[in-house]
């Protein structure tokens, strides 16, 4: 079966730094992985996926994740965060032949100013 | 555009009643899925559909009920409401890539 841990619970990050948001898989082929970002209130939106090919994708609002087959890992990153991407963070994988998601428990970030 | 829409938003109910959270999509997708979201254990995947006729349970279906007679609809049913059963509630439609699109939410209490 497949699983996926998000090690860290909250992360804090002050605005204009860098952030890292860590996400192991386990599966037992090549994974479809995918990182959703949930604002407040709000339902899920997805920020990028990765199917095959160049391991470094990038997505929506200057986020971009690696994927690391050795170390079964998609964490994802962002330079310079903004005050608007404090939100949770949730890592989920599929299988290409399957629709089903599994997601990890999510990862909150606060941003200071 | 209204994508997966969700109703109602936010419903209580008392431990024993019965209640109907619906889910419409309008991208004509297939597969539809219902999740549970509750704090420190992210999503899980409640019951889902691969096309209408079809449905199948996920990693916690017990309590829920699911039909998929249209393409667009995909209603979830609590038989039997029980204080386990507050949470927020998602529904999630996707193609066959497996990318799925959300709904807004429902926010249920069971007293």
């Known amino acids: 079966a497949q699983s996926v841990t998000q090690p860290d619970i909250h992360i804090t990050v002050s605005e204009g730094a860098s952030l890292e948001l860590r996400c192991n898989y386990s599966?037992?082929?090549?994974?479809?992985l995918f990182w959703y970002v949930q604002s407040p209130g709000q339902g899920l939106q997805l920020l990028l996926k990765?199917?095959?090919?160049?391991?470094l994708v990038q997505g929506i609002k200057g986020f971009e994740a690696e994927f690391k087959r050795s170390q079964s890992s998609f964490n994802l990153r962002k330079p310079s965060v903004h005050w608007s991407d404090a939100a949770e963070y949730f890592c989920a994988v599929g299988a290409s032949d399957d629709y089903k998601l599994s997601f990890g428990a999510g990862t909150t970030v606060t941003v200071r100013a | 555009n209204a994508g997966v829409t969700q109703t109602p938003k936010f419903q209580v109910l008392k431990t024993g009643q019965s209640m109907t959270l619906q889910c419409a999509q309008d991208?004509?997708?297939?597969?539809m899925s219902w999740y549970r979201q509750d704090p420190g254990m992210g999503l899980r995947l409640i019951h889902y559909s691969v096309g209408a006729g079809i449905t199948d349970q996920g990693e916690v279906p017990n309590g829920y009920n699911v039909s998929r007679s249209t393409t667009e609809d995909f209603p979830l049913r609590l038989l039997s409401a029980a204080p386990s059963q507050t949470s927020v509630y998602f529904c999630?439609?996707?193609?066959?890539?497996?990318?799925?699109?959300f709904g807004e939410g429902s926010r249920l209490t069971v007293l």
């Open positions: 990765y199917f095959s090919g160049d391991t």
């Open positions: 999630a439609s996707s193609y066959e890539t497996g990318e799925l699109f």
């Open positions: 599966y037992g082929a090549t994974p479809y």
């Open positions: 991208m004509n997708h297939e597969y």
